[in-house]
């Protein structure tokens, strides 16, 4: 198995963080704006993109305020089936770190490669995003 990872300094409270990752107007202000979100534990998640060309259906399994916001893909794409969304937020001195994982791939292929590089924008959205310089959703359709 492999992972995609990505770590980013963000200057903003870990709250303030979290909110853009356990909040449906949270996700949908960086990631895509066709975002529904149960903000609990076993709750559903589902990002479409493309005008729903691709959706992804994700289960919430972890929600701990301020430090990590867990999910898990489920079915939709053959290569995410399976993998683990994971976002740990750390403060640091006068910043928080942003550490982001997509566990469980089976091979890194191009379609994984593809995913780490846009994973890479999305992080620097979100980070803008917390630090009051909101590009807006990546994915608006």
Not at 9 to 28: C, E, H
Not at 39 to 57: C, L, M
Not at 90 to 112: H, R
Not at 127 to 138: F, I, K, L, M, V
Request: hydrophobic share 35%; proline share 6%; charged share 25%.
């Amino acid at each position: 198995m492999a992972d995609l990872k990505h770590l980013i300094p963000v200057r903003a409270t870990p709250d303030a963080v979290y909110a853009l990752l356990a909040t449906q107007r949270g996700l949908a202000s960086w990631w895509t704006t066709d975002t529904m979100f149960e903000p609990k534990v076993g709750g559903k998640a589902t990002f479409g993109f493309d005008r729903r060309e691709t959706v992804f259906h994700m289960t919430v399994e972890q929600l701990d305020p301020g430090k990590r916001v867990v999910f898990t893909c489920q079915g939709d794409h053959p290569e995410w089936n399976g993998t683990t969304l994971t976002w740990t937020i750390s403060p640091e001195s006068d910043t928080t770190i942003l550490k982001f994982t997509q566990s469980g791939w089976k091979a890194i292929t191009d379609y994984a490669a593809g995913c780490n590089s846009a994973w890479g924008e999305l992080m620097h959205r979100l980070r803008d995003s917390a630090e009051g310089r909101s590009p807006g959703p990546h994915w608006r359709e």
